[in-house]
């Protein structure tokens, strides 16, 4: 179970943008036409992400504002993870009720509820903010309904309607977010770019979800180049979000339902952060030298292609045509990023006229997308 997410609305949504096959791309154009995208982050992609960086959220405030508090695995993990992380403050806003409210995970267990929770408004948007936690019901743990009670009886703790409609760029989501340290959410995948300019703007300590091809975009693309952002941990694998009964899935290896639940397979989603980890300070392990021929070079660049991030050789210098999964392991002591060799944006990085889609080419063959990098600190061929 998980975070509900819609196209377009600020429920904890997670969005894919471009997916590898002409029916997934259909299918998501379709559901976004609709406003039926309602997808759901499992918990544990939130653990595996969040357990690597404990110490950095040591005192401070934490926002997650896309997030139905009655829905939302990250508030969830944060609720019950507060005295552990010692956090200061944990504030989450939603942008309206979430239409299966109280019929998933919430404040009140695990458990399906069978009426609405008469206490909770229906058709505001909502704010919590939690400054302490404690084992309101004596059983010896915390858990949420030890939250729930606390609420009900307001005791320390704030929930609230929001007056607007919660949306992140509202005066007072905005308030909010000044007085946040970290932000910790799934914005919305058609607001994606604005969500991380208006971080960008007030300065903020962030890590969100979003769709790989996000880093091909200038702006973002940007801060990644000028070491203002970078990728967090758990960037490999297939990730499963759960979707509606009626959600309809084409490919079948996109697909699995488990006890009953459909589960749908997004494509490559990544964490973007601020944050700062060991793994953006750890050199790539280079084992290939280069030649000519296992490196040929492109028709229209002074550059040499590369494939597989893993094949960079270890003693070249000169400028590099990477795939963009190259960030994932980018340390900016060991590379310098110079720019895309093609965005699918007009005056954007690098684009080839006479070739379809503005990419370089090696012996008249047209490759995929490249980032161009140089090694730094290297001894001249």
Same mark, same amino acid.
């Given at each position: 179970m998980g975070v509900i997410m819609r196209l377009g609305f600020f429920e904890d949504k997670l969005k894919i943008k471009r997916m590898s096959s002409k029916s997934l791309n259909k299918n998501l154009r379709n559901a976004s036409k609709a406003k039926k995208d309602e997808f759901y982050t499992q918990l544990t992609d939130i653990e595996k992400e969040l357990r690597h960086y404990k110490e950095q959220f040591n005192n401070k405030i934490v926002y997650c504002n896309c997030d139905d508090p009655f829905e939302s695995n990250f508030f969830k993990y944060f609720a019950s993870n507060f005295n552990a992380l010692k956090l200061k403050q944990l504030i989450t806003t939603s942008y309206k009720p979430s239409p299966i409210a109280n019929t998933q995970i919430g404040l009140f267990g695990e458990e399906k509820q069978p009426e609405p929770v008469k206490w909770r408004p229906k058709v505001t948007a909502n704010k919590f903010v939690i400054n302490e936690v404690h084992d309101i019901d004596g059983d010896g743990a915390f858990d949420l309904r030890d939250i729930s009670e606390q609420l009900r009886a307001n005791k320390n703790n704030e929930w609230s309607p929001l007056?607007?409609?919660?949306?992140?760029?509202?005066? =007072?989501?905005?308030?909010l977010l000044k007085q946040a340290d970290i932000v910790v959410t799934n914005p919305p995948f058609s607001l994606f770019r604005e969500y991380l300019a208006q971080l960008m703007e007030y300065k903020k300590k962030f890590l969100i979800l979003g769709d790989q091809n996000n880093i091909t975009k200038k702006d973002i693309f940007k801060y990644i180049k000028e070491n203002g952002l970078w990728l967090g941990y758990d960037n490999g694998g297939t990730k499963w979000f759960q979707v509606p009964d009626d959600y309809d899935i084409a490919t079948e290896s996109r697909k699995k339902v488990v006890n009953g639940v459909k589960y749908f397979s997004m494509g490559r989603i990544l964490w973007f952060t601020n944050l700062?980890?060991?793994?953006?300070? =750890?050199n790539m392990v280079l084992y290939k030298k280069y030649t000519p021929e296992e490196f040929p070079r492109y028709d229209n660049y002074n550059a040499i292609n590369i494939d597989k991030v893993s094949e960079i050789p270890m003693n070249y210098n000169g400028f590099m045509g990477v795939p963009i999964t190259f960030v994932d392991k980018y340390n900016p002591e060991q590379f310098e990023l110079l720019g895309i060799m093609n965005t699918g944006e007009e005056n954007v990085g690098i684009r080839y006229k006479g070739t379809p889609h503005g990419r370089p080419l090696v012996n008249s063959v047209e490759k995929y997308l490249r980032i161009l990098i140089k090694a730094k600190n290297k001894n001249e061929n």
């Open positions: 007056s607007s409609d919660g949306d992140f760029r509202s005066i =007072e989501c905005i308030e700062d980890t060991t793994k953006r300070h =750890e």
